[in-house]
């Protein structure tokens, strides 16, 4: 299969060899056919281009399934035609309003789950049907008990990320856990206090490690490294192990993103962790964009803690209760007998403690001798929310039917495929001599250093007539001002007839 030759060729680090003929809607549909994970794309609800100019709810989705009835004056304010847009025409697309859109934005938010809402009915059902005892039956439900809904959810999300088990825990959003697990691994002291973070990291991660570094009263300028890329938004493993090599006697934590949001630069983990704590470094990881996208061994390559959110590539839902890594040498709990009185004194890694952090042996004796549960989960603090669980764990089902391995074969050839139009589309433009090239690629051409994003650096002042074509176009795309777009084909719900499509699109966009 065509398919497989560039998979071995990817997964070697090396570009993948398309025909001459590959920038045709023919050669498209051919990979398509041959996608060993089209089916999966059935386990999704896509937003139509009709769907994406509703204004108003009016019970029907856009694969046409009815819902609970609606409030009968947003009925009536919807229009007709099934997809409740309420602007009063199609703007000449109705042949095209049943289609899904083409959805390239899972790096921001993922699509939904067609199991998501009948797992977040079956809690409902439970909770309206047996109230409190929900915690502890599941009435035949896909969902376990809810006081079970955590752990299982952590169980099923361990291979995602590489990780035991015991070792994940799913709790709070993606900035909270890692003030929670800051809170518990930058420790600094006179001599070590400094934090290594990249140069961009998305705001609420720099808002973050500023303010714990505040919160031990320390000054961000002098306890906060930065490191800077090239003159192409790249980082090179040389240049982080360089900076960890400059910084190593004063640094107590080294805090990067898996994958580089704006660049979409996929950074060689299991190096940098070695080489960083080798040289007594703590090591955490934000894998918010790496998290149900690449490949992950966080247990075998030894990193101390990572945290991320499941509403992109694992598609929770917005603000969906998100996940955390603690390796096993650090969920620990031992007890020193005798200490303090007859059943001895748990010892544990400090962390800030809550309830349900504590162990389900002794959680409900309700007194004041915290015993955290072993793991990952005893760095948890309240009750999670069940409609959130049942959320995440209908979106795991669908991984349920897959693997890491797979989703990631098909992301790399599927970005490859982008970035082969790409290049047509670039060579095909005519000098323009005194003027910036019409685009730039600065996400790496290694395969092996990104994940299933390209992102796109428009000259300056072409944002908005690109932005304008692909909705006209009924395509959702995420735009980063001044000039970027991210494309981002997951392999979940993306085809290579949408990759051929959006960059037809894109190339008369800017002719």
Known sequence: METSNFVSQLRSGAR?????????LEYARKLDEQDPLKHLREEYTLPTRGSLRKRHLNGTLPDGTRVASLDQTAQAESNTNGCGNGTNGTNGHADDDDKPCIYFCGNSLGVQPKAVRRYVNAQLETWASIGVNGHFQSLGSPLVPWQDMAEDCARRSAAIVGALPSEVVIMNTLTANLHLLMASFYRPT??????ILEWRPFPSDWYAIESQVQWHGLDPTKSMVTIQPDEDFYISTDTILWTIDEHAEETALLLLPGIQYYTGQLFDMERITKYARDRGVVVGWDLAHAAGNVELRLHDWDVDFAAW???????????????????ERHGRVEVEVGAEDACGRPVFRHRLTGWYGGDKSVRFNMDNKFLPTPGAGGFQLSNPSAIDLAALSGAL???DK?????LRSKALVLTAYAEHLLDG???????????APVFRIITPRDPLQRGTQLSVLLRDGLLDQVGGAL???????DRRKPGVIRVAP???YCTFEDVWTFMDVLRKSVA
């Open 190 to 195: 006179e001599k070590r206090h400094k934090i």
């Open 397 to 399: 089902s669908v991984f």
């Open 425 to 435: 589309i670039f060579a095909d433009q005519p000098a323009d001599d005194g003027k």
């Open 309 to 327: 959110c499941t509403y992109k590539y694992q598609n929770a839902g917005p603000g969906a209760i998100a996940g955390a890594f603690v390796h």
């Open 471 to 477: 909705e006209e176009a009924g395509i959702v795309c």
């Open 402 to 406: 897959t693997d890491m391995a797979a």
């Open 16 to 24: 993948a060899k398309f025909p001459a003929h590959a920038n045709s």
């Open 490 to 492: 997951v392999p979940m």
